[in-house]
């Protein structure tokens, strides 16, 4: 069995007083595509900085291609792609050249490919990089993490300052990259309906810790909202395993919760006298839930 591309422990992080990172552990398996999910400050980008070295942790232990990600070799450095949020390139260059130049340090390079995405995405090739738009500066940050065609590709909010059509050719380009098993990408992002489109797991952060983490249709198998009407009404102090969120008025119950189970309706069901309609969630109807209880 292949090594894990990326294994964090027990990571804690603090800033002054400001508790960002506790206890927080994460393992990724090659060939996942992981979307990173959370709530602004909830410690998305301080996880992927201490995940790539970039950061040190205060406690707890971050593995990175077999080796500590903090004393990264050049080889593995070389096997990494990485679009921050705030893109940093040279401002003098034309976009041309700076392709050419990040190009240069990459025996294998796949010119066709970002070719073909500079031509989709409009890049003025013969403008310098300095005045280009945020949207641009974005367009060509995810240009030069692409082009060597990394083992592991880590992006920051990749598509934010892109508008609806930019980003529905960056994540086509996001899949066809993914399409090698053997390689992994791991995406924070707030728009939950690209994340559906891509990844195959999900890792949902709350409060600087890993709130759950798992495929993302299996994740949608377990969080459902149940809409249970009784025969009788309902104990004071009625309360379900795993529950998100619930109302309750009289004979009547609206229940969100994680783990539902065929099982656990034939209980409810026959406790109860009840009869259940049970709702099926999108990502971003679950990410809100998980984020109230």
Request: include cysteine; aromatic fraction near 6%; charged fraction near 20%.
């Amino acid at each position: 069995m292949a090594s894990p591309i990326l294994d964090c422990q027990h990571l804690s992080k603090r800033y002054a007083s400001k508790t960002v990172l506790r206890d927080l552990s994460l393992t990724l398996e090659p060939g996942t595509v992981v979307g990173l999910l959370g709530k602004n400050g909830s410690g998305k980008t301080t996880f992927i900085k201490i995940a790539l070295g970039l950061v040190r942790p205060d406690s707890g232990t971050a593995s990175l291609l077999d080796e500590p990600a903090w004393t990264l070799s050049a080889d593995a450095k070389a096997r990494l792609g990485y679009v921050p949020q705030t893109i940093q390139l040279y401002s003098w260059m034309k976009v041309r050249h700076m392709i050419d130049y990040t190009a240069s340090f990459y025996p294998r390079w796949n010119h066709a490919l970002i070719d073909s995405l500079a031509k989709r995405w409009e890049l003025p090739l013969e403008s310098r990089v300095g005045p280009l738009s945020v949207g641009q500066l974005q367009k060509l940050g995810i240009l030069l993490s692409l082009g060597h065609e990394p083992d592991l590709l880590v992006l920051d909010e990749p598509a934010a300052a892109l508008d609806p059509m930019a980003r529905r050719d960056f994540l086509a380009a996001l899949l066809e990259i993914a399409a090698d098993v053997h390689r992994t990408i791991l995406f924070s992002t707030h728009i939950t309906a690209d994340l559906e489109r891509v990844a195959s797991h999900v890792a949902i952060l709350k409060d600087g810790a890993v709130a759950y983490f798992g495929a993302l249709d299996a994740l949608k198998d377990q969080v459902k909202r149940l809409h249970i009407t009784a025969a009788g009404l309902f104990p004071s102090a009625f309360a379900l395993p795993n529950t998100l969120s619930q109302q309750i008025s009289g004979n009547e119950a609206r229940i969100s919760l994680l783990g539902v189970t065929p099982e656990l309706l034939a209980t409810l069901q026959r406790d109860l006298s009840a009869t259940i309609e049970v709702e099926d969630l999108n990502l971003d109807d679950i990410f809100l839930e998980m984020h109230h209880a």
